[in-house]
């Protein structure tokens, strides 16, 4: 065990992290030529495997072991951080660690199907958060403003927003895309090749090759290798994603540049050529098209052929092409284009879809369902986190309708969760106890009411999303 090495605390590695990526990201900026030679000391430095540790020990999945069967807590409590690191740290220098397989587990999807994650262990997850520590601030100086899904600084509502600001401008007709197996099909020689692009050091492609080829570890206990994909669940995988799938943005973004300025771009249509732009997250994409559906059909085969070389194909059943009117659901918001009530004109509007609406009242149903062996203060306590967060995700939209009833649904079951729980109790009784007012308490926790939640319309970004790591000389 190396014990000469100085550790950071997790403040002073955390500071010391963020100017070595910003010292990363201004040079990447400023030679979008520039290979970079010598980055996997930076891998092994005690500041960003202490900020990795530290990022890994406050996720939620800190509870979850790998094949080895160790957790956070065990590392915390039984091994010794500063030993697990300091052991990580030499192996690492010595160019002995090797990463193990993931464990599978398979969680449910909607419509019966389910969705393989792999759980890395403790060890491989700190590893990985290093490597994209030092990585993902130079692949962020490439990647195109059209994509925003696991990038910083960017959200979701970003993208919708994006979305409304372009279907508000005669891009009418919409190829919903949906990429089969994104996580476990891209092509690990394509998604090498394209990393070589920027990394020289054969030591980091390396070790981004060992993760990638580790294997799986199946739920039956059959371990299986690993030729193509990204294990979903990774700290890794989501940048890993954007890097294969970033020549799809590339494809794009070239192809709106060619059409010119907004000037270049009418005479186009009235030459009856199409316009039109992409807006990505993760593996969910639009092509949104001013033209007709014959250009939108052009661009879902040209899209399919931009996407094979990273070994990645399109759903023929899935994805689809739908014009503004008809309407389309993305992110969990449904976006249309329908007449405003009282007037003549026609708006975009984007309202939470069925089914976001019908998860979220799947989980209140599951929560008051079951066991009443509990106080309210726990069932709230469960319930109220739950609703907040589902509003104030869909609280860009025209949702006050949906909030209204999500909190007469949401109210509605508490009521027949305590009638339940309280069989012989009056209903005078239980107001007196429970419902002052009609509003269930108990304690300080009070059922949250996404109805008093206030909409506000998202403010579109554009391309002026700041960067993290973004200096006066980036930010110019």
């Known amino acids: 065990m190396n014990t000469g090495v100085l550790w950071p605390d997790a403040d002073a590695a955390r500071w010391q992290v963020l100017r070595i990526q910003t010292k990363l990201h201004r040079w990447a900026i400023d030679d979008p030529d520039r290979r970079f030679d010598d980055l996997y000391n930076l891998v092994y430095d005690p500041a960003v495997l202490v900020d990795s540790w530290q990022r890994v020990r406050g996720n939620r999945g800190a509870r979850s072991a790998g094949v080895d069967g160790q957790t956070a807590y065990y590392i915390t409590a039984i091994r010794g951080e500063q030993a697990f690191l300091s052991g990580l740290r030499d192996d690492l220098k010595a160019r002995e660690f090797q990463p193990v397989a993931v464990r599978e587990v398979m969680i449910p999807k909607p419509g019966g199907k389910r969705r393989r994650l792999g759980i890395a262990t403790v060890a491989d997850r700190v590893v990985q958060a290093a490597l994209k520590t030092v990585l993902e601030p130079i692949f962020e100086a490439d990647f195109q403003p059209c994509s925003y899904g696991f990038r910083p600084g960017r959200r979701a509502q970003d993208a919708i927003a994006e979305i409304h600001y372009l279907t508000s401008r005669s891009y009418e007709w919409v190829v919903e895309g949906d990429i089969k197996a994104c996580f ?22 390396g070790l981004v090759k060992a993760f990638l080829k580790s294997g799986i570890l199946g739920e039956d206990g059959e371990l299986r290798e690993s030729t193509a994909g990204a294990p979903q669940g990774g700290i890794l995988s989501p940048l890993l994603s954007n890097i294969a ?23 186009r249509r ?4 199409a316009n039109y732009r992409l807006v990505r997250y993760a593996d969910d994409f639009v092509v949104l098209v001013a033209g007709d ?20 194909r399109l759903s023929e059943e899935k994805t689809v092409i739908v014009h503004i009117d008809e309407g389309f659901d993305f992110l969990g918001m449904h976006i249309q284009r329908h007449t405003k009530r009282g007037a003549t004109k026609r708006y975009i509007y984007t309202y939470p879809s069925r089914a976001a609406l019908a998860a979220v009242k799947a989980k209140v149903r599951g929560a ?20 907040r967060g589902w509003t104030n995700y869909h609280r860009h939209g025209a949702a006050s309708k949906t909030f209204s009833y999500l909190t007469a649904f949401t109210w509605r079951r508490v009521w027949i969760w305590l009638r339940h729980k309280h069989p012989k109790a009056t209903v005078k009784e239980l107001r007196r106890r429970y419902l002052p007012g009609w509003h269930p308490e108990q304690g300080k926790a009070r059922l949250f009411y996404p109805e008093t939640v206030a909409i506000v319309r998202y403010r579109y970004r554009g391309t002026a999303i700041p960067s993290p790591w973004a200096t006066k000389d980036t930010a110019a």
Not at 270 to 273: C, H, S, T, W
Not at 293 to 309: G, Q
């Open 245 to 267: 799938l970033s020549v799809l943005d590339e494809h794009f973004a070239e192809a709106w540049k060619a059409m010119g300025d907004s000037h270049a771009r009418e005479y």
């Open 293 to 312: 559906r014959t250009d939108a059909e052009r661009l879902r085969a040209e899209t399919a052929e931009v996407l094979l070389p990273m070994g990645l």
């Open 270 to 273: 009235r030459k009856g050529l």
């Open 184 to 205: 476990d099909e891209i092509s690990h020689s394509a998604l090498l090749g394209r990393m070589r692009g920027r990394v020289g050091d054969k030591r980091v492609l």
């Open 368 to 387: 008051t369902r079951g066991t009443t062996n509990q106080l309210l203060s726990d069932l709230l306590g469960r319930l109220n986190p739950v609703l």
